[in-house]
């Protein structure tokens, strides 16, 4: 079995930085692509960012130039650098790793305030 455990969110000033992380732990053999989601109040799931095993990278077009997906794979971590956070960021930040099959964090919420 795998889990994924996300950390580094919390409260933060509009303007400011974040780095949230993502630990995979259990039966992993190796990881394919890895990604952020993140879901606001009353709001659909919405992509943030991705980032394969070969290290390309793509992001959703509201948080594209101000955050950054990188892969640590001897760690079998992902972690998503935050900069120049709104208000409209905040929300439950989720990472899902592909190991097979598709595994999910339980989340970490941010909070950006105005």
């Known amino acids: 079995q795998v889990q994924l455990v996300e950390s580094g969110g919390g409260l933060v000033q509009a303007g400011g930085s974040l780095r949230l992380s993502c630990a995979a732990s259990?039966?992993?053999?190796?990881?394919?692509?890895m990604g952020w989601y993140r879901q606001a109040p009353g709001k659909q799931r919405e992509f943030v960012a991705a980032i394969t095993s070969g290290g390309s990278t793509s992001y959703g077009d509201s948080v594209r130039g101000r955050f950054t997906i990188s892969r640590d794979n001897a760690k079998s971590t992902v972690h998503l650098q935050m900069s120049s956070l709104k208000p409209e960021d905040t929300a439950v930040y989720y990472c899902n790793m592909l190991i097979g099959k598709l595994y999910w964090g339980q989340g970490t919420q941010v909070t950006v305030s105005s």
């Open positions: 259990g039966s992993i053999s190796s990881v394919s692509t």
